[in-house]
Nanobody, 127 residues
Framework: QVQLVESGGGLVQAGGSLRVSCAASGLTFSTYTMGWFRQAPGKEREFVGGLAYGGGRTYYADYGDSVKGRFTISRDNAENTVYLQMNSLKPEDTAVYYC?????????????????WGQGTQVTVSS
């Protein structure tokens, strides 16, 4: 049974940093591309970024209140874990953050393309 379990969310002041983790089990982690999504109150869930397996290629959302340049995704295949490092946080980053896994090397931005999802972790940024 595949499980993705996020952790590390919490309350942080604007301008601060936070790292959330996603531990995977029940799949061959090193063959999955991992994505991060978020859902703010009253909004649709949106793509944040992704990290392909193998070469470590990343892609970050570059629209609206962009996370590009502030957020970094990394993975530790030995620990079956993917991380989302968030710096220079803004109140607009407040959301539930989800990790997701998809087989293959392509970083996909459509959430219905992903095979597995975690339950999410709440990140709240105070002003």
């Amino acid at each position: 049974q595949v499980q993705l379990v996020e952790s590390g969310g919490g309350l942080v002041q604007a301008g601060g940093s936070l790292r959330v983790s996603c531990a995977a089990s029940g799949l061959t982690f090193s063959t999955y591309t991992m994505g991060w999504f978020r859902q703010a109150p009253g909004k649709e869930r949106e793509f944040v970024g992704g990290l392909a397996y193998g070469g470590g290629r990343t892609y970050y959302a570059d629209y609206g209140d962009s996370v590009k340049g502030r957020f970094t995704i990394s993975r530790d295949n030995a620990e079956n874990t993917v991380y989302l490092q968030m710096n220079s946080l803004k109140p607009e980053d407040t959301a539930v953050y989800y990790c997701a896994a998809v087989r293959g090397r392509t970083i996909l931005i459509r959430q219905d393309s992903y095979d597995y999802w975690g339950q999410g972790t709440q990140v709240t940024v105070s002003s």
